[in-house]
């Protein structure tokens, strides 16, 4: 370590009493704050002694370094996937130091979204981590004098098996260096019998660091000389400021200026919002000024958006044929001589993310380079975005990846480090840019509003003989083309056009919807309302039948088979569909394994109380839900129990992945109780946890059991799938308990809380 | 002047009475673990213990906080971890993190009033700290086996 590397450290985590401790976690955070002459995406592992890989390193020491290139949000993807190098390297865990990766293309994708961190770089982290154990082992047999085919490793050593001879990976580090790295196909991975880590776990890398508040999160960052901004934006999307007076505003202790910043250029993307920005010494200070701004606002064309008129609007939409997507025999020759038809009309309002810790970051621009540390799910991303408005080459943006106080997808858009940058070019200075709640509710990019159309011909049994369903949602292109309407096929894949019920004639279509706010991911995107509308509705069937939930449910998804999406433009969350066929007999495991464990049919259920059951895919995750709940005579709602049973494949690790789906159901939980973005002119109505309010510890379900099924199959996600099978299964059970039918969320409409 | 004592170190503050305590402690004394989630004293992030009480830094001003005497999460436990850090540790309880000081601050001071709660009184003293990562579950447990210990 150089003294220089020192002096740079401290100058990013400045002052006050835990200084000491917080420059050691610097290091173990933001891996080296390096002086701008210096290659800038330098790791430890890469100036290791042993550094096979961009992800590993092993250090003289014996440490062994490994770089998170994905972002950490709370999944414990910063941790699970050096787990897997650590594994196929059989190295001690208790050597490993993580450093976080800055925003650099060596790593491949870094959008920590979508739930593939496992699925994308397991096998290249298993690579990783065998190569360098390969390269150990010939260093050790050369120094021997014996066949490498003679040498294996114990943790964290080379051992030679009939001399029992023993050398450290530490001591091996540099000779093992001056071997070839080895082509891909002479590196054999360790079988599954001799697995330390993946399919056993290990709890966060950070768990002490969280639970002492030494953790570093994108509001902890600090330099010195930094100064700290608010922005007042256009409160409808596409405004701009006609005129402003921030003589008031100047006038509050604390404040030094204030600083337009540029409306975006139509389509918005990662763009700022535009608006005037209050820069000041701390963060109050920054936000008291920004009370005492006066600006006249032009609103533009979205000012006539009101969200109710247009939920009217997206049902109408929703009630004529629409474009379509997937087809099986002929639905409407089915519905002409059905004698039983029922149809429905569901619908989920926008959604906010509302991850704890606002969104904040901080830039320094200087010598033409911008330098940036941001909670972000997208470091690349951020590099874009911040090259585009600066005018630099994207080489020159340097995104340095904090913890992420959650994200959910909202992360994953970086228009607030892009403000950072602007602000920090324009005042030739460090500067934080910090949202309070308001701004973080007011000026997200919503999960879509949605109104879903569903129409059944039932034949003997209560069977479908015709399936019909409709869509209408602004889609998420329209923050990157103004003129999207239509669901695209990443979006309508997510629970839609892969309904996977053997039906004789279905149809599945959408409609179009133009967007007047932004619109964006959110932790399981469109099946959310995906699956409320399809797994709702397959319950009010199965009660119009008088037939058992569970029953029909298993009755409509069939026999075991893989789905043929011929003619339908499936992307399969961009996995191959050899590799991760849609297969309905594994839906129909998780389903029937959830009624067991459950209790389902077994437990008599008192007036008042009931369950409900929806099994989906998504993320290529298998997940069934049985849940169970309790209305008392003042509609106030209480979740006992909830089950989950889950096949996402391989999961390298149990714990983390059982906390996903425990937090699912909770995040299910707010969506169902309280779930609720409107609009009046275009300014969005809701501005903090009274008005959007989040589910907190008396409302949620009390216990959650998670059931992993045991696969070998390729790992899927764990993130996002619970959520889903989720709320569809909680309004299932609203119904069993109450005979209410949850068509139109929040269940507030329903006076039920 | 305002002076107050925090993690038991004297401190004089001099700027706007009005500001809040939990920008006094993060901007100023660049105490970074009370976390800044709502401002508006809806979401418990910003929980400390002011003369031992939990409360939220977010809302209180500086003027009240004046001759107290502020605990935050870096001084909870001067010798290392307090049995409810070590709890929270021992369930697994974070997901992304952030809320996890001020629930665990929150969950102290409630072990000091209750040796043992009941899931009411816990849920009673917690319902103020909100999760978004929805780790209530272990969050509960953490509580009894942090009382269990603490009894």
């Known amino acids: ?753 | 002047m305002i002076q107050l004592k925090v993690n038991g170190v004297e401190q004089s503050f001099g700027g706007e009475p009005e500001m809040p305590l939990l920008w006094y402690l993060r901007d100023v004394l660049a105490l970074s673990g009370s976390k800044f989630g709502c401002g508006i004293g809806l979401c418990g992030a910003c929980t400390v213990h002011v003369n031992g009480q939990a409360t939220r830094s977010c809302v209180t001003a500086m003027s009240d906080a004046a001759g107290k005497e502020v605990t935050t999460i870096e001084g909870l436990d001067k010798n290392g971890l307090h049995p409810v850090q070590k709890a929270w540790m021992q369930i697994n309880v974070p997901q992304c993190g952030y809320c996890q000081v001020g629930q665990i601050m929150q969950a102290a001071a409630l072990l000091d009033s209750k040796k043992k709660p009941t899931d009411h009184e816990i849920d009673e003293a917690m319902s103020g700290n909100i999760c978004r990562c929805g780790t209530y579950q272990r969050i509960r447990a953490a509580i009894k086996a942090a009382a269990g210990k603490m009894a």
């Open chain 1, 1 to 753: 370590m150089s003294e220089i590397e020192n002096v740079s450290r401290r100058r990013f985590l400045t002052g006050g009493v835990i200084a000491a401790g917080a420059l050691v976690l610097g290091v173990r955070y933001y891996g080296k704050l390096l002086p701008r002459d210096k290659l800038p995406h330098d790791t430890n592992a890469d100036h290791s002694a042993l550094h096979p890989s961009v992800y590993l390193g092993v250090d003289p020491d014996g440490t062994v370094w490994i770089v998170a290139s994905r972002s950490e949000m709370g999944t414990t993807s910063r941790t699970t996937l050096p787990l897997v190098v650590a594994d196929e390297l059989d190295a001690d865990w208790k050597r490993v130091k993580i450093e976080q990766a800055i925003g650099d293309k060596r790593y491949g994708d870094q959008n920590t979204d979508g739930s593939h961190s496992i699925r994308s770089f397991y096998d290249a982290m298993r690579d990783a981590g065998a190569t360098a154990r390969f390269m150990l082992i010939q260093a050790a047999a050369h120094q021997w004098g014996v066949p490498a085919a003679e040498c294996e490793t114990d943790l964290h050593v080379v051992v030679h098996r009939s001399t029992k001879r023993r050398a450290g990976y530490g001591e091996l580090a540099s000779a093992a260096a001056k071997f070839p790295v080895p082509p891909k196909e002479e590196v054999k991975l360790k079988p599954k019998s001799a697995w330390r880590y993946i399919g056993k776990g290990e709890v966060s890398y950070d768990l002490e660091a969280l639970v002492t508040g030494k953790a570093i999160y994108g509001m902890d960052a600090r330099l010195e000389g930094m100064v700290y901004a608010s922005v007042e934006r256009p409160p409808v999307l596409g405004g701009k400021v006609k005129s402003y007076d921030d003589k008031e505003a100047l006038k509050v202790a604390g404040v030094r200026q204030t600083v337009p910043i540029d409306p975006f250029k139509p389509p918005p993307a990662f763009q700022p919002l535009g608006g005037i920005a209050v820069i000041a010494d701390n963060t109050w200070a920054a936000f008291q000024g920004r009370k005492k701004l006066n600006i006249a606002w032009d609103n533009g064309p979205n000012e006539t958006y009101n969200s109710d008129a247009y939920k009217n609007e997206l049902r109408a939409t929703s009630h004529n044929p629409c474009k379509v997507v997937r087809n099986i025999g002929d639905a409407d020759a089915a519905f002409a001589k059905a004698n039983k038809v029922y149809e429905a009309d569901y619908y989920v309002p926008l959604l906010a993310h509302a991850a704890m810790e606002p969104l904040v970051a901080l830039a320094e621009f200087k010598n033409g380079k911008a330098t940036l540390w941001a909670p972000t799910q997208n470091p690349q991303a951020v590099q874009d975005i911040v090259s585009k408005e600066l005018g630099i080459a994207k080489e020159d943006v340097i995104c340095h990846v904090t913890l992420l106080g959650g994200g959910f997808g909202r992360k994953s858009k970086p228009d607030y480090v892009a403000e950072a940058a602007v602000l920090s070019k324009k005042m030739g200075k460090p500067v934080k840019v910090v949202w309070t709640r308001e701004d973080d509710i007011k000026f997200d990019y919503y999960n879509a509003v949605a109104s879903m159309y569903m129409k059944a011909a039932v034949g003997a049994n209560g069977k479908p003989t015709a399936w019909l369903q409709r869509s209408a949602f602004p889609p998420i292109p329209s923050i990157f083309d103004v003129n999207a309407v239509y669901g695209d096929a990443a979006h309508l894949q997510q629970g839609w056009t892969d309904i996977p019920y053997d039906l004789p004639n279905l149809r599945v279509e959408n409609g179009p919807a133009k967007a007047h706010v932004r619109i964006g991911w959110l932790r399981s995107v469109a099946n959310i309302y995906h699956a409320f509308g399809i797994q709702c509705f397959t319950d009010e069937l199965a009660h119009a039948a008088g037939r058992d939930p569970l029953d029909y449910l298993l009755d409509l998804i069939g026999d075991p088979r893989t789905i043929d999406f011929k003619g339908v433009e499936y992307p399969n969350y961009g996995a191959s569909m050899e590799t991760y066929p849609w297969e309905t007999g594994r839906l129909r495991h998780v389903t029937e394994l959830v009624a067991e464990k459950s209790g389902w049919g077994k437990r008599k259920h008192a007036k008042g109380t009931g369950v409900g059951i929806a099994a989906h895919r998504s993320f290529l995750t298998y997940v069934a839900t049985v849940v169970e709940v309790e209305v008392n005579d003042q509609g106030e709602v209480r979740i006992p129990r909830v089950d989950m049973a889950l096949d996402a494949g391989l999961v390298v690790n149990p714990e983390a992945t059982r906390a996903q789906f425990e937090g699912a159901a909770v995040f299910g939980t707010s969506v169902v109780r309280s779930g609720e973005i409107t609009a009046t002119k275009g300014v969005i109505d809701q501005s903090n946890f009274q008005d959007y309010p989040v589910a907190r510890i008396n409302e949620v379900p009390a216990q959650t059991n998670v059931h992993i099924v045991d696969s070998d199959a390729p790992p899927a996600g764990v993130g996002e799938p619970g959520v889903p099978p989720f709320i569809a299964a909680f309004c299932n059970a609203i119904f069993a308990a109450t005979g209410k039918r949850v068509r139109d969320l929040p269940i507030t409409k329903l006076g039920l809380s």
